[in-house]
């Protein structure tokens, strides 16, 4: 015999659970109790059963199943004297305790939990979490016969508190390793890595990439070339004592060498063969001198 108790629930933490656990949706089709006996079909996925439940005044309750070909199961559903359907999600709460949340879908929307004990004592050391609502086992009318021969009661606006939400979310996240009850030496270490590597995914490198990409290679500088050396002409008699000398008469010839360097400052000229030391050759322009005898 066991002992079935009904609680309440925030819709809103209903939907959180079922979008990080997902659900499996369950048809029944049930048939007028009949001393104290209720007796439904349930479909759930390609599974198919005839169940018939025992309750006895004390509230403990028996159950019977026996699976039935899924035609036979659709035949019976269509002669049911009331349906439902609701999307089913186990979790899992402290001292490993099986809570079933139920999400009704028809024959009108309606959140409830329920909770199976093996014992009447049992069922009364069990203390509610704090995302729990109001409970219903003592109200016939949230039974699951009820609800599929009579409808889904309205139980109105369900409170939702800053506590409730907490809970909820400790109940969920440990699944992905940030629970506030996890090891937070491991959360720690995973951190480390993953931060790292999602910064490296976001700018696109890694470290090796990063240690060994080659550094930039300055552009070539190109010397200008140097302008002729022109010797200065000697100083006059008044600064040496020596007689002046006879003017050039061949200044064509350095004029020349000029416009030429000129012309080669504007456009560069190919790069000058070098020596075996590295320097580039030095050339020397120096005009001709007429001797007077």
């Not at 000697?234 to 060498?257: I, L, Y």
Request: proline residues 10%; glycine residues 8%; aromatic residues 6%.
């Amino acid at each position: 015999m066991s002992v079935v108790r009904r609680f309440l629930v925030a819709s809103s933490l209903v939907r959180l659970i079922r979008k990080e656990r997902g659900g499996s949706r369950i048809t029944e089709g049930y048939f007028p109790p009949q001393g104290g006996r209720t007796s439904y079909v349930r479909v759930d996925g390609q599974n198919c059963h005839l169940v018939l439940v025992t309750s006895t005044p004390d509230g403990n309750t028996s159950e019977e199943r026996t699976e039935v070909p899924r035609a036979h199961g659709d035949a019976l559903l269509d002669v049911c004297s009331g349906k439902a359907a609701y999307d089913r999600t186990a979790v899992a709460v402290g001292g490993g305790r099986e809570v079933l949340v139920d999400r009704y879908v028809a024959p009108a929307n309606l959140d409830i939990l329920s909770v199976t004990f093996e014992s009447s004592d049992e069922a009364a050391g069990f203390g509610a979490p704090a995302w729990f609502g109001p409970e219903v086992t003592a109200d016939p009318a949230y039974e699951r016969h009820a609800v599929g021969i009579n409808g889904a009661p309205q139980p109105g606006e369900i409170g939702l508190t800053n506590a409730a939400l907490d809970a909820v979310l400790d109940l969920i996240e440990p699944r992905f390793g940030f629970g506030r009850y996890n090891n937070a030496t491991a959360v720690k270490a995973s951190d480390d890595g993953s931060v790292v590597n999602s910064l490296r995914r976001i700018v696109g490198t890694t470290p090796s990439t990063v240690a060994t990409a080659p550094l930039p290679i300055p552009a070539p500088q190109i010397t200008p070339p140097q302008m002729p050396f022109v010797e200065a002409p000697p100083a006059d008699e008044s600064e040496t004592g020596q007689p002046e000398p006879a003017p050039d008469t061949r200044m064509e010839d350095v004029f020349e060498s000029l416009s030429q360097a000129l012309g080669a400052a504007v456009h560069p000229p190919q790069e000058p063969a070098r020596d075996d030391d590295g320097t580039f050759e030095r050339w020397t322009v120096r005009p001709r001198r007429n001797q007077q005898t």
